[in-house]
């Protein structure tokens, strides 16, 4: 089926270097969010979109910044990246927001080197 | 603030023996909670959700907000159902609803 899609799966990139994650939602689907999960560690919300605008921010930097296309599809910018950085980058798409259930990608590995 | 514990990293069972995940949470408010799972090699996915009331195989999960528990339950293990699972907490972000996790249980189901 043509679920939520991710790319790229994996990316490697050196401190101090920018990064663009990309993520396709389910068709019909108009919300999209971001988490990041640390190994480890559940998903943290980062973002949430909703008909192109942003509806919140997790707790992260301002180096973290996204944005959503008329065609709902999103990505997620990160600057100036650090060891800290790395990690696996979770888009999840809802139908409406909401409370709905997020329909989660695969993710993108990012490490930084 | 929210949060969501899962005290248990790795529980390990034999098949057929039932199953029982933790899963506590903090909220101030009125709580939605959602388990979460992901099979090895797939992606995180939806088990159930309090509201629904609802068996997914075979699982369910009551909400205890005395005791501010949201257990995961099986009576009897099957193979398949080794995965990590994630128990949920949805909350508000200005006008975000966002998804609070705990850090997940791997359960793994012998023979």
């Known amino acids: 089926d043509a679920g939520v899609t991710q790319s790229p799966t994996h990316l490697i990139k050196t401190r101090g270097q920018h990064v663009t994650l990309r993520c396709s939602p389910i068709s019909g689907h108009k919300s999209v969010s971001w988490y990041q999960q640390v190994l480890g560690q559940g998903p943290q919300f980062i973002f949430q979109?909703?008909?192109?605008?942003?509806?919140g921010r997790g707790n992260f930097p301002d180096r973290f910044s996204a944005r959503q296309f008329p065609n709902y599809s999103s990505e997620l910018n990160v600057n100036a990246l650090l060891l800290g950085d790395s990690a696996l980058y979770l888009c999840?798409?809802?139908?409406?927001?909401?409370?709905?259930?997020?329909?989660f990608g695969n993710g993108t590995r990012l490490t930084v080197t | 603030a929210q949060r969501v514990t899962q005290p248990e990293k790795l529980l390990s069972v034999f098949k057929g023996a039932p199953v029982e995940l933790k899963c506590n949470y903090s909220y101030s408010g009125s709580p939605e909670l959602f388990w979460y799972v992901q099979y090895s090699r797939q992606r995180l996915q939806l088990l159930l959700r309090h509201i629904s009331r609802e068996s997914i195989k075979g699982f369910t999960a009551d909400l205890n907000k005395g005791e501010t528990s949201f257990h995961l339950k099986k009576p009897f293990a099957q193979e398949e159902d080794s995965a990590m699972y994630y128990c949920a907490l949805s909350g508000r972000i200005g006008t975000a609803s966002k998804l609070t996790f705990g850090t997940g249980t791997r359960l793994q189901v012998t023979l």
């Open positions: 979109y909703y008909e192109k605008e942003e509806r």
């Open positions: 999840a798409s809802t139908l409406l927001g909401g409370n709905s259930p997020l329909h």
